[in-house]
């Protein structure tokens, strides 16, 4: 119960970091659908899903396996160093291909004059990039304190750019239009200031991470590096392939939805939408932060497989418990984005179910990593893009209420995940056998979903009504859980006595 208290504590402090980073980026979506059209968010959606991919592809399996070598080699500050110089030469290196050819890039994106959002983000991917080693290295030595003070000081840089360039730069230039800010604002830029503000915050990240990264005496490895590559590409194209199942639906929105649309707007209603549901994805991040070292520092005890049992059995209960919380109160969490936006929050419990999947896969893939078959995690990842890909092709052009255009995006990340997450838990059987408590769990999901359904079946128009009925409906489900766990827990005690007996 002791490592399970350790996991929980570092969960909650790299929880902190992204809790507090991701409330305060919070803040942003209801001040970007406000300030914004729903088309202007939709580039925001658009150009933030490349970045996605571009992270992979920049950082290519490196913190894991920085993870992996850090436990296995002697010399933990040579696998450091080798890991910080290869990112940063290759960081480098795409900061000058994207200076070249910034504009065929914008083209090819279909923004043709803007080019400086390309520029913009090439610099913005590198530097984060570049951080990635100095984070995971704090993870790795569970200085999970300075991690979350680094990323949230960098994260209030953004919000307070945000805040400067949105809301007072407009406020000034019309009340003192001869004001020095005033004479810096151009409201041409528009959502163009999104991306300023990202790059001012990446860049003060690395000026903060300065006495993390050169604090050391550097030296660097080939051979080294090599194994590190080996046992990362396959997590590269994992990432990759992870990274179409997160985000490609927002890239095809753009080219598959059908002329009848107005696609920028289709696109940026499913991306605030998508945001609505993001305090699942947010608890699986900062499980995963927190879980990953935690995973492989914990391989070697005993009673291992039934840790992990545990921990995936607790992870499901406190999903569910978000995606019941977010679904019940969903009158007051919608006004987090702007009235204009409120025509999506039907895709809202199908991104947070879907999301409650990844989590789960994300515990499932410790199979993979523990016994270096990391092919099998680029497999199933390659294995869900296809579905994804498939089904938003299938889906997206359809010209239905609740299973085309961005409903199909939606349903297909749900099936997507679910695929993933049956599949890896049948691999994961024949390779790592972990028991997992699929009866409870599977009882869980089901008792919650049947919740759901009833408790919008029955919404009404009523705010009161409504409130009161989804908290009577937390209460039944928190009480159903507490009281069969108590259960579960009396009968284990019992049947350890009954030997002695």
């Known amino acids: 119960m002791g490592k399970?208290?350790?996991?929980?504590?570092?969960?909650?402090?790299?929880?902190?970091?992204?809790?507090?980073?991701?409330?305060?980026?919070?803040?942003?979506?209801p001040l970007h659908t406000r300030v914004f059209e729903t088309g202007q968010y939709g580039v925001i959606t658009e150009l933030y899903a490349y970045a996605a991919f571009l992270m992979i592809v920049l950082t290519y399996g490196m913190e894991t396996g920085y993870f992996r070598f850090a436990e296995s080699e002697k010399n933990k500050n040579k696998v450091y160093t080798t890991s910080l110089i290869a990112l940063f030469s290759t960081s480098l290196l795409f900061v000058l291909t994207v200076f070249i050819f910034a504009q065929p890039i914008a083209n090819w994106v279909k923004y043709p004059d803007h080019k400086e959002y390309i520029i913009w983000f090439g610099i913005i991917m590198a530097a984060d990039a570049f951080t990635a080693i100095p984070f995971a290295k704090l993870r790795q030595q569970n200085k999970a304190w300075k991690f979350a003070f680094y990323k949230l000081a960098g994260i209030i840089i953004n919000i307070i750019a945000n805040l400067f360039f949105l809301v007072y730069c407009p406020w000034i230039a019309k009340a003192d239009p001869h004001s020095v800010f005033a004479g810096i604002y151009n409201p041409e830029i528009g959502v163009g200031y999104v991306f300023i503000a990202n790059l001012i915050a990446s860049l003060f990240t690395i000026i903060l991470l300065i006495p993390e990264i050169f604090n050391i005496r550097f030296s660097f490895d080939k051979i080294l590096l090599k194994k590190m590559l080996w046992y990362s590409l396959p997590l590269l194209i994992a990432g990759l392939a992870g990274m179409v199942n997160e985000t490609i639906d927002r890239i095809l929105l753009k080219r598959l939805l059908p002329d009848s649309y107005d696609v920028m707007d289709q696109v940026g209603i499913y991306g605030a939408n998508y945001k609505v549901a993001m305090l699942m994805t947010l608890f699986v991040q900062m499980f995963r932060y927190a879980a990953e070292p935690f995973f492989f520092s914990q391989a070697k005890?005993?009673?291992?497989?039934?840790?992990?049992?545990?921990?995936?059995?607790?992870?499901?209960?406190?999903?569910?418990?978000?995606?019941?919380?977010?679904?019940?109160?969903?009158?007051?969490?919608?006004y987090f984005i702007d009235i204009k936006f409120h025509s999506g929050l039907k895709i809202v419990p199908i991104i947070l179910l879907a999301n409650m999947f990844l989590g789960i896969i994300i515990n499932l893939s410790i199979w993979y990593k523990l016994t270096n078959l990391t092919k099998y995690g680029a497999c199933l990842a390659i294995f869900g893009a296809v579905i994804?890909?498939?089904?938003?092709?299938?889906?997206i052009p359809l010209d239905h209420q609740y299973f085309g255009g961005y409903m199909g995006?939606?349903?297909?990340?749900?099936?997507?995940?679910?695929?993933?997450?049956?599949?890896?838990?049948f691999w994961g059987k024949k390779h790592y056998k972990i028991d997992y408590d699929l009866k409870n769990i599977s009882i869980y999901i089901i008792i919650a979903v049947v919740l759901f359904l009833v408790s919008d079946y029955l919404h009404t128009s009523n705010f009161?009504?409504?409130?009161?009925?989804?908290?009577?409906?937390?209460?039944?489900?928190?009480?159903?859980?507490?009281?069969?766990?108590k259960l579960i827990l009396l009968f284990i005690k019992d049947k350890t006595k009954k030997p002695a007996e």
Do not use: H, P
């Open 409 to 425: 995006a939606a349903w297909a990340t749900f099936f997507c995940y679910l695929a993933m997450m049956i599949v890896s838990y």
């Open 301 to 334: 005890e005993k009673d291992a497989k039934k840790m992990y049992a545990r921990i995936m059995k607790y992870f499901v209960i406190f999903c569910l418990l978000i995606f019941l919380g977010v679904m019940q109160y969903i009158d007051i969490v919608k």
């Open 388 to 395: 994804t890909i498939l089904l938003n092709i299938l889906l």
């Open 464 to 485: 009161w009504m409504n409130f009161a009925f989804g908290s009577m409906v937390m209460i039944i489900f928190g009480l159903f859980i507490v009281a069969r766990e």
């Open 4 to 29: 399970l208290k350790t996991l929980a504590s570092q969960t909650a402090i790299y929880g902190l970091s992204s809790m507090l980073g991701r409330l305060f980026y919070y803040l942003l979506v």
